[in-house]
């Protein structure tokens, strides 16, 4: 039999997966959101002994702290985004099943990885999480909490430090910011279906199947960092999305195109010398993609890797038309 003590112990160890879970849904950054974790863990461990048996439920202590935390990082986080080179795009993560060579765990043990700690589900789609990324971090945390995880308003006013009647408006600001900016996304079978037409599209190098495949009005966004070359600015149309994808095609000889899951959603990963160099992930509405989210920043490549090697330069690009 364990003491109270083990058992309180084993309790707290537990939260770890769901504070990641919540971390990553806050920050769109796996390294941010452990780090805030390890803050929030840090913060437990301060604590006297007899303060820590004094706490009821750790849990809802964790995810108070948790949150304290991410909203503070949000809000230092808008500062240095204005500074990043290009786009900003959160970091996508990978569906360690589909990897022959992933990092397998089971047994009950925690994953080695952060990222394999959080669950792909639509919370965590690309699409979902550049909507988050335009709302100010107190309706980001409210809305969250609340209608991602299910948390009272009393409970989500003591952690943006509002009424609860406050962070219900927080929330309902937020739940109309998602759906206007969100379409429904389409099944998963469909949305892989439309993603493979366009792998095999740029493949044969054929434009008119790649313009077809994309909405008129199709943006194609990137983030290399400043570390890595690519558009600072959205392609915008669906020719020129086209073109610009050919481009690639043509100046990065040896580079392949894999279907991964990205997100929780069918994507794609472009590959050199066995580096994976981008992640792609998707928008689809009515049959025809309407954005391509390309994350080239290596350091936000490091989870789809099996080691740290730097990804160098390959297939880099500027501006379409090279401009």
Known sequence: MNSPSEQHLSAVVAERRRLMNLAYRLLGSVAEAEDAVQETYARWYALSWRQREGVRSPGAWL?????????????????????????????????????????????????????DRITLDES??????????????????????HDVFQYPFAEVADIVGRTPAACRQLASSARRRMRAAQDPAPPAPQQAGLVRHFKKAWEARDIEALVGLLDPDAAMIADGGGQVGTVLRP????????????????????????????????????????????????????????????????????????????????????????H
């Open 235 to 322: 392609v915008e149309g669906r020719e020129r999305i086209a073109q610009y994808v050919l481009q690639i095609a043509a100046r990065a000889p040896g580079l392949s195109l894999l279907e991964r899951t990205v997100n929780g959603r069918p994507g794609l990963v472009a590959q050199q010398a066995g580096t994976t160099v981008t992640v792609a992930a998707f928008d689809i509405t009515d049959g025809r993609i309407t954005r391509i989210w390309a994350v080239r920043n290596p350091e936000k490549l490091r989870g789809w890797n099996n080691d740290a090697r730097p990804v160098g330069t390959a297939g880099e690009l500027g501006e379409p038309g090279g």
């Open 124 to 145: 965590v789609s690309m699409a979902f999480l550049v909507v988050l990324e335009s709302m100010t971090p107190a309706e980001r945390v409210a809305f969250v909490l």
């Open 63 to 115: 995810t108070k702290v948790a949150g304290r935390v991410c909203l503070d990082v949000l809000g230092s986080a808008r500062v240095r985004r204005e500074r990043y080179v290009g786009a900003w795009i959160p970091e996508p993560l990978p569906d360690r099943t589909e990897w022959g060579d992933g990092r397998p765990w089971g047994d009950g043990a925690e994953p080695a990885d952060p990222a």
